[in-house]
């Protein structure tokens, strides 16, 4: 590894590979991991054979480092997704990263571009819609705290005071002015937050119709659509107007909870 720690200039995914080799040649089982990478484009056949030839493990794993080290490009998505497909979740806390930054200013950066969020049905957020806004939230995190509006009540809170990322379904009593958080919601601190996220590319992986999915924001045509729309703007609708559908949409939210706490996530 003195290819890794000779170099004096170097990206940040190099720094994170670097960081964290030590502790990944000792837990990370790369054989099938190269394969994947194979697949994926990320090593070239011959850097796969050559690899697989090492028989010892230690080797082995040192070997492809140092190859995902080398590369033109960072590797560290693709290197995730498949610790997650061998089973290795667990070694994904081990790709740390440099602590330049505050664990705020990191979970926003992990949030950027990357994550896809079912709502209902057919409807999905992307984090990429929202680039604008959490590009501009480092001034906001100084003053108290940023809060994004998914769809049927359901918000992502992003505050000063606790470095995690908070999803909650909130309700509007009639006696009060602006909408309140309830008990159904998951909280995730940065490495949850970054794996849900990897898990989430996953399964962009095999359903990649989601990618054809729009945002309900963006379906309305016309103010008057938009306000009558319960997803859109949920607390403010006539009660005598119940639609089933919005409380679909907070069976959703508790399954999504569910999945994400037996997955081990939460």
Request: charged share 30%; glycine share 4%.
């Amino acid at each position: 590894m003195d290819e890794m720690n000779s170099r004096t200039y170097v990206k940040e995914w190099q720094k994170t590979i670097r960081l964290s080799a030590n502790t990944l040649r000792e837990r990370m089982k790369s054989n099938k991991i190269v394969n994947l990478l194979r697949i994926k484009n990320v090593l070239k056949r011959d850097e796969e054979e050559r690899i697989l030839k090492i028989s010892n493990e230690r080797e082995r794993t040192t070997e492809l480092l140092l190859a995902l080290f080398n590369l033109d490009f960072n590797p560290i998505p693709q290197l995730k997704i498949a610790l997650i497909k061998t089973g290795q979740s667990e070694v994904l806390q081990y790709l740390v990263q440099q602590k330049d930054e505050t664990e705020e200013a990191d979970i926003l950066k992990s949030y950027y571009g990357r994550c896809f969020i079912h709502l209902q049905d057919d409807t999905y957020v992307s984090a990429k819609e929202f680039q604008g806004q959490i590009q501009s939230l480092n001034g906001k995190l100084d003053k108290d705290e940023w809060i994004l509006h998914l769809g049927g009540g359901i918000q992502i809170t992003v505050s000063s005071k606790f470095p995690t990322v908070d999803f909650r379904q909130f309700w509007k009593p009639d006696e009060s002015e602006k909408a309140l958080p309830t008990k159904k919601g998951i909280s995730l601190n940065r490495f949850k937050w970054e794996r849900l996220c990897d898990v989430m590319d996953l399964i962009r992986e095999f359903v990649p119709e989601i990618d054809l999915a729009h945002m309900c924001l963006k379906t309305h045509t016309d103010q008057l659509e938009l306000e009558s729309c319960k997803e859109c703007n949920p607390f403010d609708q006539p009660k005598d107007n119940e639609d089933p559908q919005y409380n679909v949409c907070k069976e959703d939210m508790t399954d999504i909870i569910e999945t994400v706490q037996i997955d081990g996530i939460a």
